[in-house]
């Protein structure tokens, strides 16, 4: 059993930026793709961004392209998501994921479903 522990939510004005951390309890080195999810009240939960667990293949909801980045560090088992100039719509609760690999990452990596292991949430609110 796999546990994620998400790290960085708060509060933030829009045009800020925020950075989410999530800690694996186990080597994820080649071994886990990892993920986020958000939930925003009263919807449903969406795929944000995916990284393989080589590290090289990446994925991402198109309305954070070029605003968030989703890195890894094998070494530390942990995976980070960076948020720049968010806006009052990426208010929600984020998730981080992991998966053993399945299929192939870009068809599979969005699917909320197909994960094995969830961390608890942190809450990101964008409000002036």
């Known amino acids: 059993q796999v546990q994620l522990v998400e790290s960085g939510g708060g509060s933030v004005q829009p045009g800020g930026s925020l950075r989410l951390s999530c800690a694996a309890s186990?080597?994820?080195?080649?071994?886990?793709?990892m993920g986020w999810f958000r939930q925003a009240r009263g919807k449903e939960r969406e795929f944000v961004a995916a990284?393989?667990?080589?590290?090289?293949?990446?994925s991402y909801l198109e309305s954070v392209k070029g605003r968030f980045n989703i890195s890894r560090d094998n070494a530390e088992n942990s995976v980070t998501l960076q948020m720049n100039n968010l806006k009052p719509e990426d208010t929600a609760e984020y998730y981080c994921?992991?998966?053993?690999?399945?299929?192939?990452?870009?068809?599979?990596?969005?699917?909320?479903?197909?994960?094995?292991?969830w961390g608890q949430g942190t809450q990101i609110t964008v409000s002036s």
């Open positions: 994921a992991a998966k053993r690999p399945r299929g192939s990452f870009y068809l599979t990596a969005r699917v909320a479903d197909d994960y094995d292991y």
């Open positions: 186990e080597h994820t080195s080649g071994s886990l793709h």
């Open positions: 990284i393989a667990g080589n590290g090289i293949s990446s």
